[in-house]
């Protein structure tokens, strides 16, 4: 597997581009992650938790998010970039004290981010956003000679970026 690069967003080079807003710098340093060899949830969930958490060091992030890929385990199911959203949200706003209601602020952002995504992608099951079963080694082999990870998944990652910002401000 390809190792993460440090990343730097045409606002810190300082080369004297248009900088690039908060939303678009997390969403490329996600994508540069994902195209290193990261998966889907945790190119999102290892970014959104630097964004959160100043510290941003911990031993579980990103592997926790492994088997999320390609639908949980490659199984076409909820779509991985999703699923890492609302990993961060769990970080974020959860809670490691028991009751509903301790866990209602994270259930509210995690039920937000899953609608938002199924209302601008029409799914959210990633065997239906990729129009392919990434179970079945032919179509997964299919799905890499097409590019499907660049074409698709990469502006999925975008969108979980910024619709997780988006909440954060709310």
Do not use: W
Request: charged share 25%.
């Amino acid at each position: 597997m390809l190792q993460y690069k440090e990343f730097q967003s045409t606002s810190e080079v300082g080369n004297g581009e248009k900088p690039v807003s908060s939303s678009q710098a997390l969403a490329e340093k996600a994508i540069i992650r994902f195209q290193g060899g990261y998966n889907c949830a945790q190119s999102v969930l290892l970014t959104l938790y630097e964004h959160t958490d100043t510290e941003g060091k911990n031993g579980l992030i990103p592997k926790i998010a492994a088997g999320f890929g390609g639908g949980i385990g490659r199984c076409g199911s909820v779509c991985g970039a999703l699923t890492g959203s609302v990993m961060a949200v769990g970080i974020k706003y959860g809670t490691n004290e028991t009751g509903v209601e301790k866990r209602a602020k994270a259930y509210a952002h995690a039920k937000t981010l899953y609608k938002q995504f199924e209302k601008q992608h029409g799914t959210v099951l990633c065997r239906d956003l990729i129009k392919l079963d990434l179970s079945n080694p032919e179509e997964a082999a299919k799905a890499r000679q097409e590019k499907v990870f660049e074409k698709i998944c990469t502006n999925l990652i975008k969108t979980v970026i910024e619709n997780f910002l988006e909440l954060e401000n709310k």
